[in-house]
């Protein structure tokens, strides 16, 4: 069992330009930063990203899109990055929007060795053109397909040697489906404990999924949105 | 005519104890600020929470715990997390007894449209395909009128579609309609708001049936 690696440098070490990649996160939240860190640093090219956002100017994804790193994304929602629009307008960058129930759902049936998924959104919308459309009980879905993706890279609170993973709070999101969608799956987690330290009813993600695994370092957890209330108000 | 916690504050009187709720960006959120009395209210984020509580002290803010607006929030006791396949799958699983989200057109048919205006750029519709295909109850919170006085209550919509027949119910700032095959019923007019005003600022069908009360808050 030869999962650990010394850190995101080696766990991206051997990422082509032109791969498929899924990055796990939703907005800033749970985003795997070392590896994006390493990715830019590497320089790779021509990517397609699956991601459920895009980052924002100046962290997560727009990282990589300031270094014109990435060919496609496919995304829910990539509203809050200037960069990006600005490579979509000028034809640079491809997108591929697709409902996010749909996303995590593709990325949930690659994982489960599905090929494709019956799925109610984007029946009679734009999303639709093009799709497979089957009737049951009356109602019509959409065939989407099991994504196929060369790597995952994904972000965990806790891990251990095995590759068992644990996620925080609403970090969690895309993480645990990317996990098991990707050929090879990196995961870069915040505390790398030795296999029997992590209770096994408590795990997410079950180490068969994951191949490479670090503990990242100076973790920034950038907030988009910081709304808090006063202290007056009693709770 | 209402404002937008006017609108909330209505929307607030749908919400029944032991029901499970997901509320959209913008108007919507607010109606956790209204949960009436001695109802038990869970409130989903499609990020995958149930149990959102109110935003945090500064001093409890956590990075990894946020709405799906991405503001930081806090739980309530009896939450629980998971992942965005099982949210969306407890969505499409009927699940969810009601979701209150925003629209650009909504038409007399229940079809909505909330995702993309032609011209502008496309930041994506999120899990708002989602919800609206999939939700059993789904109540629209939206002006009557876009800023040059424009139904945004039509026969058809204009813009790109974000589901068909799926809106239940409208609450405007000039009333609260429910979706019929006939057309927008308007079942109660907004303080102050008289029914000749409500039809010459709705472009889709109308029903209007005898006296229509005017809202009552609670």
Known sequence: MRK????????????????????GGFGLCGIPENCITALVKKGVKNLTCISNNAGVDDFGIGLMLQQKQIRKMISSYVGENAEFERQLLSGELEVDLIPQGTLATRCMAAGYGMPAVFTLAGFGTEVAEGK????????????????????????????????????????????????MAGKITIAEVEELVPAGELNPNEIHTPGIYVHRIFQGV?????????????????? | MLDKFGIAKRIARELQDGYYVNLGIGIPTLVANYIPEGIEVVLQSENGLLGMGPFP?????????INAGKQTITTVKGSAFFDSAMSFGMIRAGKVDLTVLGAMEVADNGDIANWKVPGKMVKGMGGAMDLVAAAKNIIVAMQHCDKAGNSKLL??????????????????????????????????????????????????RLIINGEVPEMIFD
Not at chain 1, 218 to 232: A, G
């Open chain 1, 132 to 179: 497979e459309i089957r009737e049951f009980n009356g109602k019509k879905y959409l065939l989407e397909y099991a994504f196929d993706s060369d790597f995952a890279i994904v972000k965990a609170w806790k891990g251990d040697t095995h590759g068992n993973l644990i996620f925080k709070a609403t970090a969690r999101n895309f993480n645990p489906l990317m996990a």
């Open chain 2, 57 to 65: 002290f500064a001093d409890e803010v956590d990075a990894d715990l």
């Open chain 1, 218 to 235: 100076n973790y920034e957890k950038r907030i988009e949105q910081l709304t808090t209330r006063k202290q007056e108000h009693a709770r």
């Open chain 2, 155 to 204: 026969p058809k919509c204009t813009l790109p579609i974000t589901g068909l027949g799926c809106v239940k119910k409208v609450v405007s700032d000039l009333g609260v309609f429910n979706i019929t095959e006939h057309g927008f019923h308007l079942i109660e007019r907004a303080p102050g708001i008289s029914t000749d005003f409500i039809t010459e600022k709705t472009a889709g």
């Open chain 1, 4 to 23: 650990i690696v010394k850190n995101a440098a080696e766990a991206v070490n051997d990422i082509q330009d032109g791969a498929t990649i899924m990055l």
